[in-house]
């Protein structure tokens, strides 16, 4: 057990620590379950959880590739309670500009049958965001001079921009619940979530102007299949919706499990709409877990990218104390 913590927690400073920090559009979207749905806190057997995250898109058009750092701890208290926090940084762009996000959780779970099978699970999160820019860095119209080169940017000329403030910081809370089915002898356990995000439409602007951050609704859900012992199947799907904006997530992850050795492998493919299709696939041995996803662009902007996305990595520790009789206590992700 000591060596699966020290192995993780040298892995982790080198996974999280040497990057800058993409919004939170994660391919991965059910490996960093705080960020899916405040009430999946705690939803796990063992008895603390820490997830590592790093995505990075972008790099075959843009100088400065967008990117995204997320690490979590959260934990089952007692009497159905859990806690736990999450730490987050967005940087994209030439201006350097910046996301960050602290957040806490908290959810109740809660069985509404006899012997325990179907469960609910209602989360609350809270916290602050920070968002920045470099105006010295950036480039605008009126900065632009033509030349016998073919036009260049003069950096000393007044941008004709008038930023009232180039760092704000927010407050922001959420909620969710989530169902799942928890019979270990059942062959089939399904799950379903819903998530509420910016209930306090946080204000947020550099120009000082009334903006305010728009109500963002998620569903997830999923069933986890077992073909054999050795073998399950895992379909599963995410929407996301925030007044114009739009987003499908669908995958189907295939878990094969390796008795001799004792490790999970994991393989499926991810299509998100009609935007990019991704490669997912990871590995489960004890108490860790990683995986690692590769986006493949075909929207339209294929013809700069030529198909090149975004990678994705991400790494889960859960720290478990040896039970004789364990209770099926959460969803069979």
Excluded at 190 to 200: E, L, T
Excluded at 298 to 312: A, K, Y
């Amino acid at each position: 057990m000591r060596k699966s913590l020290l192995l993780f927690t040298s892995s982790l400073l080198l996974f999280v620590g040497s990057v800058k920090s993409q919004d939170f559009h994660l391919t991965q979207f059910d490996a960093a379950p705080l960020n899916l749905n405040p009430s999946l806190t705690g939803l796990f057997n063992g008895n603390y959880r820490i997830h590592g995250h790093y995505r990075t898109q972008w790099q075959a058009i843009a100088n400065k590739p967008f990117q995204t750092a997320y690490i979590s701890f959260d934990m089952p208290i007692k009497k159905g309670f859990s806690a736990g926090a999450s730490i987050a940084n967005y940087n994209a762009g030439t201006g350097s500009y910046n996301e960050f996000q602290l957040m806490l959780f908290g959810a109740y779970k809660m069985s509404i049958d006899k012997k325990k099978h179907h469960n609910l699970s209602f989360g609350l999160q809270a916290g602050f965001f920070t968002k920045s820019v470099n105006q010295n860095k950036l480039a605008f119209g009126q900065q632009y001079i033509q030349d016998a080169n073919g036009g260049s940017f003069d950096m000393s000329l007044a941008s004709g921009e008038n930023l009232t403030n180039t760092f704000d910081i927010n407050f922001d809370c959420g909620a969710g619940i989530t169902y799942y089915y928890s019979n270990i002898a059942s062959r089939i356990n399904p799950f379903v979530g819903f998530s509420i995000y910016h209930f306090n439409f946080p204000k947020e602007s550099f120009y000082g102007e009334n903006n305010k951050l728009p109500l963002r609704y998620v569903i997830n859900a999923g069933v986890r299949i077992g073909i054999t012992e050795t073998l399950s199947l895992m379909p599963k799907f995410m929407y996301e919706h925030q007044q114009q904006a739009n987003e499908i997530l669908a995958s189907v992850m295939v878990q094969y499990y390796l008795k001799n050795a004792d490790i999970i492998l994991m393989a499926g493919p991810t299509f998100r709409s009609k935007d990019a299709f991704a490669i997912d696939l990871g590995v489960k041995w004890n108490d860790l877990e990683f995986r690692f996803t590769y986006d493949i662009n075909i929207s339209t902007l294929n013809t700069s990218t030529t198909g090149r996305g975004g990678t994705e990595l991400s790494l889960t520790y859960v720290f478990k104390k040896l039970n004789p009789n364990p209770i099926p206590s959460c969803p069979r992700l």
